[in-house]
């Protein structure tokens, strides 16, 4: 009932910066909840950065924090990651993730409390 579409992705020199969109559609609530994780060569997918559709909190993984920021427009039903500071540790396929519920904190890095997901978008960071 939730269709994602993320943009944005593409190669970026190391220490440079790149914004992602995540498009939402559909049956959307203003109590829902808004992650991005990302799956690097060879390894699991993991989170990234939450926010609370009402824009009241977000969170970030240990890794990305200083560097990421995690925004939205509710009036364009659209979510951001502004990525600076990008490392080649960054490289992964980046994934826009819904709930229509607010998941509960403990629960927030889990892609199993995201019942709707993107396709995802190549994120490079390279030379």
């Known amino acids: 009932q939730v269709q994602l579409v993320e943009s944005g992705g593409g190669l970026v020199l190391p220490g440079g910066s790149l914004r992602l969109s995540c498009a939402a559609s559909?049956?959307?609530?203003?109590?829902?909840?808004m992650g991005w994780f990302r799956r690097a060569p060879g390894k699991e997918r993991e989170f990234v950065a939450v926010?609370?559709?009402?824009?009241?909190?977000?969170h970030y993984a240990d890794a990305v924090k200083g560097r990421f920021t995690v925004s939205r427009d509710s009036s364009k039903n659209t979510v951001y990651l502004q990525m600076n500071s990008l490392k080649p540790e960054d490289t992964a396929v980046y994934y826009c993730?819904?709930?229509?519920?607010?998941?509960?904190?403990?629960?927030?890095?889990?892609?199993?409390?995201?019942?709707?997901w993107g396709q995802g978008t190549q994120v490079t960071v390279s030379l």
């Open positions: 926010i609370r559709w009402s824009g009241v909190s977000t």
């Open positions: 559909g049956r959307t609530a203003s109590s829902g909840t």
């Open positions: 993730a819904a709930a229509n519920s607010r998941i509960i904190l403990s629960s927030l890095r889990f892609e199993e409390s995201y019942p709707y």
